[in-house]
């Protein structure tokens, strides 16, 4: 058997010679997303939830050509009030979510309960482009593929897997002809579609990457494109973490210094800690970005 190595913090891209209509993706992360959730001591189950909201967002990331952030914010009435991912075009991730108590729950619909996705493409240029579906699936993967049943022109699909060392996921898509509309040519789509749904959960957590696509479609001839490598990032800053206290208003934010000596405000994705003080009042309560004195 050829020698195909299973991925590594990566998104990858492929088509099949013998399925010229389709093309296919897959991605696998695992120190990546240690970096990004270990640190925010989430229980497991919500831990493995913002860990498959991370990997569909890489996904849903890597379909555009664009320089920019892609965003998938989940709301619920749960337990799980708020979960967020963000993949940069440049293949910086991070994520976070908003929980009480969650006693013996584990399901994603325990969890989370009623509410809605929202998928955002924030471009560096350009404007932004927001879509919203209620929550009608039971997993991240469910509600992902209603997202896609409900933007999508074309025929797409998700599979999404973790386990303790990893998260992974395999998409596939139908090429439009040149027209824009559905290939209206002899297709292999069908079969690479059949050849998709008969993926484990173990395999695509174990396997995803060149070795997956070969196990799944060798009979139609896939090609690999260079893997994107994927990294746990932060893009916070002092000036951005101001604005949770620059939101109180002025006269709140005044009684606030006025009451201690400094206010701290945590980062939630990176657990960075801003703290600013009397010196930083005035920049606070203006229009103006800190001063580079200001800046730690």
Not at 200 to 223: I, N, W
Not at 225 to 235: A, E, L, R, T, V
Request: glycine share 6%.
């Amino acid at each position: 058997m050829i020698d195909l190595p299973a991925d590594h913090d990566a998104v990858r891209k492929y088509l099949c010679d013998d399925a010229p209509d389709a093309r296919l993706m897959t991605v696998k992360l695992g120190q990546s997303k240690d970096d990004m959730l270990d640190h925010q001591k989430m229980p497991t189950p919500i831990k493995t939830l913002c860990a498959e909201l991370v990997a569909a967002t890489c996904v849903l990331a890597h379909m555009l050509k664009f320089d920019g952030e892609m965003i998938v914010q989940i709301k619920g009435a749960g337990p799980v009030n708020m979960m967020v991912a963000e993949c940069s075009s440049k293949g910086r991730i991070r994520a976070t979510a908003q929980w009480d108590d969650i006693g013996h729950y584990t399901t994603f619909s325990e969890l989370i309960g009623k509410g809605y996705m929202a998928v955002t493409v924030d471009p560096k240029q350009g404007e932004r482009y927001q879509g919203i579906v209620p929550l009608e699936s039971g997993s991240i993967e469910g509600c992902i593929n209603h997202y896609f049943d409900s933007s999508e022109q074309l025929d797409t699909k998700l599979w999404l897997s973790s386990d303790v060392a990893t998260v992974a996921g395999l998409l596939i898509q139908r090429i439009p002809d040149e027209g824009g509309s559905r290939a209206s040519k002899p297709s292999n789509w069908e079969t690479l579609s059949t050849l998709a749904a008969t993926v484990t959960k173990e395999e695509l957590a174990s396997d995803a990457g060149p070795l997956l696509v070969y196990k799944l479609f060798h009979e139609l001839s896939p090609r690999s494109f260079d893997p994107f490598s994927i990294h746990f990032g932060c893009s916070c800053t002092r000036e951005r973490s101001s604005r949770a206290i620059r939101a109180l208003g002025e006269t709140e934010v005044k009684q606030l210094f006025a009451e201690q000596p400094s206010v701290t405000v945590d980062c939630h994705f990176c657990g960075r800690v801003y703290q600013y003080d009397q010196a930083d009042l005035e920049w606070l309560l203006s229009d103006q970005p800190p001063r580079s004195d200001t800046l730690q």
